[in-house]
C-alpha cells in the first residue's frame, strides 16, 4: 500500500489549495479514506472522511463549510478542496487509510500566511 500527498505550499489567508493523494498496491474503491493534520506542537487530528463510493462525509467542526473531501475511484486519488484557509490551518496534511493495517502517507505542507 502506499499513498503519496501532493498540492501544499504557502498560500495567504483567504487562499485557496487543493490536495491530492495518490493510492496504489490495493483496490482502492473499496475502502474509505480520510484526511488528518498535524500543526506544529499538537496532536495530528481528523480533518475529513470518505467512504469507499463517497457517498458519505464527515468534517472536523473547524472546517466545516470550508473543505470539501472528494475521490475519483477510477484515478485512485482521493482529493481535499480548502477554502477560505485561515493560519490556524497551517500543519502537514496526511492521508490515511486501513487496509488490514493502518496506513499513512508522508504528508504534505501547508502554510497559510500573509
Known amino acids: 500500500v502506499q499513498l503519496v500527498e501532493s498540492g501544499g505550499g504557502l498560500v495567504q489567508p483567504g487562499g485557496s489549495l487543493r490536495l491530492s493523494c495518490a493510492a496504489s498496491g490495493f483496490t482502492f474503491s473499496r475502502y474509505a479514506m480520510s484526511w488528518y493534520r498535524q500543526a506544529p506542537g499538537k496532536e495530528r487530528e481528523l480533518v475529513a472522511g470518505?467512504?469507499?463510493?463517497?457517498?458519505?462525509?464527515n468534517y472536523a467542526d473547524s472546517v466545516k463549510g470550508r473543505f470539501t473531501i472528494s475521490r475519483d475511484n477510477a484515478k485512485n486519488t482521493v482529493y481535499l478542496q480548502m477554502n477560505s484557509l485561515k493560519p490556524e490551518d497551517t500543519g502537514v496534511y496526511y492521508c490515511r487509510t486501513v487496509v488490514e493495517y493502518d496506513y499513512w502517507g508522508q504528508g504534505t505542507q501547508v502554510t497559510v500566511s500573509s
Open positions: 470518505i467512504t469507499s463510493a463517497g457517498g458519505s462525509t
